[in-house]
């Protein structure tokens, strides 16, 4: 496995948007402690993971020293004013959890999805946000029951994109959360929270104990590019000051297309360098 050099990374996961078998074998030979199963794939809905299929998987992972982290499939409309599409999105989401628990993946990644709202008013994203809280509260519940957690990540922020918004973009939402449920685990998408504002250290310096794991990748600020870290308006050595300021730890997810995840590792050893040194 890579090693990192970096004290604040205790795992290295990387996305490649690929069947599971092949994400695995691609992590493997990027030298990760963790892969991505995308379950926005055709391939990787929950009807494609028959017994067999899952036991096989968690036995090649066991065999290769790599642990599958489920990242949820961020169309669901979690926050939909449709109570009865809003359960059904729950008992989705526990197909995730199960599938979750049978490959013995820490954690389910899981997105507030979107509304739809032609004219943008505050109180109707705020009651959409209050919806997706209230399936979040059950959802943690079932996380629970199932030994796994759901890590809950920040989608892009498009603003002038209506009729169709993303729930959970910004800053002030990270409280609204905390202050429904405080036990609430986060992965901030530091490339999401840089498309249309500067979100990424301002998140990661008040909310950093309940941050799990930081997704990582850069943009020119308008649009979620997954570039290379150093390919965007993201200065990384911001964040990485950012993080050695409050003293978090956890797991790096790169989500970079074209680059490894070893180069991004260099870029952060570098910054990391100079921060220390500062």
Same mark, same amino acid.
């Given at each position: 496995?890579?090693?990192?050099? /970096?004290?604040?990374?205790?795992?290295?996961?990387?996305?490649?948007?690929?069947?599971?078998?092949?994400?695995?074998?691609? *992590?493997?030979?990027?030298?990760?402690?963790?892969?991505?199963? #995308?379950?926005?794939?055709? @391939? +990787? /809905?929950?009807?494609?993971?028959?017994?067999?299929?899952?036991?096989?998987? *968690?036995?090649?992972?066991?065999?290769?020293?790599?642990?599958? !982290? !489920?990242?949820? $499939?961020?169309?669901?409309?979690? %926050?939909?004013? !449709?109570?009865?599409?809003? $359960?059904? %999105?729950?008992?989705?989401?526990?197909?995730?959890?199960?599938? *979750?628990?049978?490959?013995?993946?820490?954690?389910?990644?899981?997105?507030?999805?979107?509304?739809?709202?032609?004219?943008?008013?505050? @109180?109707?994203?705020?009651?959409?946000?209050?919806?997706? !809280?209230?399936?979040?509260?059950?959802?943690?519940? #079932?996380?629970?029951?199932?030994?796994?957690?759901?890590?809950?990540? $920040?989608?892009?922020?498009?603003?002038?994109?209506?009729?169709?918004?993303?729930?959970?973009?910004?800053?002030?939402?990270?409280?609204?959360?905390?202050?429904?449920?405080?036990?609430?685990?986060?992965?901030?998408?530091?490339?999401?929270? $840089?498309? =249309?504002?500067?979100?990424?250290?301002?998140?990661?310096? +008040?909310?950093?104990?309940?941050?799990?794991?930081?997704? /990582?990748?850069? =943009?020119?600020? @308008?649009? #979620?590019?997954?570039?290379?870290?150093?390919?965007?308006?993201?200065?990384? %050595? #911001?964040? /990485?000051?950012?993080?050695?300021?409050? =003293?978090?730890?956890?797991?790096?997810?790169?989500?970079?297309?074209?680059?490894?995840?070893?180069?991004?590792? +260099?870029?952060?050893?570098?910054?990391?360098?100079?921060?220390?040194? *500062?």
């Amino acid at each position: 496995m890579m090693h990192s050099g /970096l004290p604040f990374v205790s795992g290295i996961a990387v996305q490649r948007y690929l069947a599971a078998e092949e994400g695995l074998d691609a *992590a493997y030979a990027e030298g990760c402690t963790h892969w991505y199963i #995308d379950m926005s794939l055709p @391939s +990787e /809905l929950p009807d494609q993971w028959p017994r067999a299929r899952r036991r096989g998987l *968690a036995a090649r992972a066991r065999t290769l020293g790599l642990t599958p !982290i !489920i990242h949820g $499939n961020f169309r669901v409309p979690y %926050a939909t004013e !449709i109570t009865e599409l809003r $359960n059904a %999105a729950l008992g989705y989401l526990r197909t995730e959890l199960r599938l *979750a628990a049978d490959l013995n993946a820490p954690a389910v990644i899981i997105h507030g999805g979107a509304y739809v709202e032609p004219r943008p008013t505050r @109180s109707g994203r705020e009651a959409t946000l209050a919806r997706f !809280i209230s399936t979040l509260e059950v959802a943690q519940a #079932d996380a629970t029951s199932l030994g796994t957690e759901l890590w809950l990540e $920040n989608l892009s922020h498009y603003p002038r994109f209506r009729p169709f918004t993303y729930v959970f973009t910004r800053r002030e939402e990270y409280a609204q959360v905390l202050a429904r449920i405080p036990t609430t685990r986060f992965i901030l998408d530091v490339g999401h929270a $840089n498309v =249309n504002q500067s979100m990424a250290l301002p998140a990661l310096r +008040e909310f950093a104990p309940s941050i799990a794991a930081l997704s /990582l990748s850069n =943009n020119d600020g @308008s649009a #979620d590019d997954h570039l290379g870290l150093d390919h965007g308006t993201l200065v990384v %050595a #911001d964040l /990485l000051q950012a993080v050695h300021r409050v =003293n978090w730890r956890g797991v790096i997810a790169f989500e970079t297309r074209g680059e490894s995840a070893g180069a991004g590792v +260099e870029v952060l050893r570098t910054a990391w360098k100079r921060t220390e040194e *500062a």
